[in-house]
């Protein structure tokens, strides 16, 4: 049987997703990660919430926060292997942004004094007082709309970083075309499955711990051997495995 053609795009070459060299994509090949279509069936094992808080206040440390932050000011280090300290303050509290082996520059130019960012991270405590170290996003108020809630965490092969899996994640996505159901309707609905082109969005954008469990119905859809043996047949010859 002929592979349809609006599949074509997803046998292409990795290095065709953005973010992915030649490097980036034999790295990958160690994960079995050889084509997009390897990545849209590479789940996320986790899930990191960035919604904004008021305040880091708010999270129990060691935890991720995101909180508008306005830069009070710089502390650089008067000694090498100290670390450069960013002091600013939320709507509940003052603390710290940690750099280590910072860049002054860097830093003046993305935290300007008196300016306002929104900063994500890993909130821990320090002598009792709370502070971020190299947050993972630092950004301007405008930009706040391209932080997702809800973050994927996807499995990474070395040189490769969480970042650009996530963008080539979403890259091969956009790739994945509309097909016509081929699973019985009534089975669809004894478990609860979305269609596979929503099972692909919900699993790539998880909302919450529950649905990166093995139990949440697009990954329960995605990960029976009938899903994707729907969009690459197995090889004349081989042994049909038992699905359902």
Request: glycine share 6%; proline share 11%; with cysteine.
């Amino acid at each position: 049987m002929p592979r349809p053609e609006a599949l074509f795009p997803l046998f292409s070459e990795l290095t065709k997703l953005p973010g992915i060299g030649p490097k980036g994509a034999q790295a990958l090949a160690g994960l079995g990660v050889e084509r997009p279509l390897d990545l849209l069936f590479t789940l996320p094992h986790g899930v990191i919430d960035r919604r904004l808080k008021r305040s880091v206040l708010e999270v129990e440390p060691p935890a991720v926060a995101t909180v508008e932050v306005r830069i009070l000011s710089h502390d650089a280090p008067t000694r090498k292997g100290r670390p450069y300290r960013v002091m600013v303050e939320d709507a509940g509290t003052r603390f710290s942004l940690v750099f280590f082996h910072a860049r002054t520059p860097w830093l003046e130019r993305h935290l300007p004094v008196g300016e306002r960012r929104i900063v994500s991270g890993r909130v821990e405590l320090f002598d009792g007082h709370p502070q971020m170290a190299h947050p993972d996003h630092i950004l301007p108020r405008a930009e706040a709309h391209a932080l997702p809630e809800h973050e994927p965490v996807y499995p990474l092969a070395a040189g490769v970083t969480a970042k650009a899996m996530r963008k080539a994640a979403e890259a091969a996505l956009a790739l994945a075309p509309e097909l016509d159901e081929w699973i019985d309707p009534h089975l669809l609905a004894r478990k609860g499955w979305p269609s596979w082109h929503e099972a692909l969005r919900q699993a790539h954008h998880p909302e919450g711990t529950a649905e990166v469990g093995r139990e949440a119905p697009a990954r329960a859809r995605l990960t029976t051997c009938a899903c994707r043996r729907a969009i690459q047949p197995r090889p004349r010859g081989a042994a049909r495995k038992k699905c359902l």
